[in-house]
């Protein structure tokens, strides 16, 4: 395909890390691919004016659906290349009354955790729920807060809790590293403010489809990468110091026969 196809990505390392493996296998196929990347709100805001072509990935129905209500029938949905979901976690070894978000509002579990909640972007859906959480849990009146900044903020305030030996909150997702190195407990959210399970979804603008081969549009319905494996590239970007498309290659070469699969 001589046309560039232009995918968009959100600027994360776990978004970056699933793109580079498509836009591996695409170029693989003789396509031409660009890469353009934004926080969540202006990628989407990209992919309806029609700056980028496809999206990979839109996390549906909950994390990003408002983001693509707006035109979503100009998109076509492909694969579901993982299956996201959010979390707020705790150490593993945290005491055993703490079992549900609704626990932290009892004065002797809020007296037994650090206070600030460390977020990342704005615009990610785990930001907003939590941002809700807060209110309609009401905890800001047992002394918690959260705060937006960066993955590395996030995880890096965890890390850093554990180290001290002190309990903190952590709002997180699957798939992300942090899995990989410390054992959560998954506090229960009653109320259903974390959105439950999305589907991460390739989303293709369709006056951009011409611009996609054959071969590759079915690759794109049948590409299916799971949480454990886009963790395990998440890990070789941020603990491991590769780059995403690296990882990419990495993970690709070690799994050759799954890859052609995907385009049989």
């Known amino acids: 395909m001589t046309e560039p196809l232009i995918m968009g990505q959100v600027g994360l390392s776990f978004h970056t890390a699933a793109a ?31 700056e980028v072509d496809l999206v990979c990935s839109a996390w549906l129905p909950a994390s990003h659906g408002g983001y693509i209500a707006p035109f979503e029938d100009e998109i076509e949905k492909l694969a579901v290349i993982y299956t996201p979901y959010c979390i707020w976690g705790i150490s593993a070894d945290a005491p055993d009354d703490i079992q549900s978000v609704e626990d932290l509002a009892k004065p002797d579990v809020a007296a037994k955790l650090r206070k600030l909640i460390q977020g990342i972007t704005p615009g990610a859906g785990i930001s907003r729920f939590s941002r809700q ?3 309609d849990y009401q905890l800001e009146q047992h002394g918690f807060h959260f705060q937006n900044g960066t993955v590395d ?11 001290a030996g002190d309990l903190a909150i952590v709002p997180l997702w699957h798939p992300q590293w942090l899995h990989t190195e410390a054992k959560l407990r998954e506090l229960k959210d009653p109320k259903g403010l974390l959105g439950g399970q999305d589907d991460a979804t390739m989303v293709l603008r369709k006056d951009a489809a011409h611009k996609v081969s054959a071969q590759g549009i079915q690759f794109l319905r049948k590409v299916s990468l799971e949480n454990a494996v886009v963790s395990e590239l998440d890990q070789a970007i941020c603990r491991e110091g590769l780059t995403a498309r690296e990882a990419a290659k990495r993970w690709i070469g070690e799994n050759r026969s799954t890859v052609d699969g995907w385009m049989e």
Do not use: N, S
């Open 20 to 50: 580079a493996v498509l836009a591996e296998v695409l170029e693989d196929l003789g396509h031409t691919i660009e890469i353009r990347e934004a926080p969540h709100e202006e990628m989407f805001a990209m992919l309806g004016r029609g």
């Open 153 to 163: 903020d996030c995880c890096g305030a965890y890390l850093d809790a554990t180290a």
């Open 133 to 135: 959480m807060i209110v």
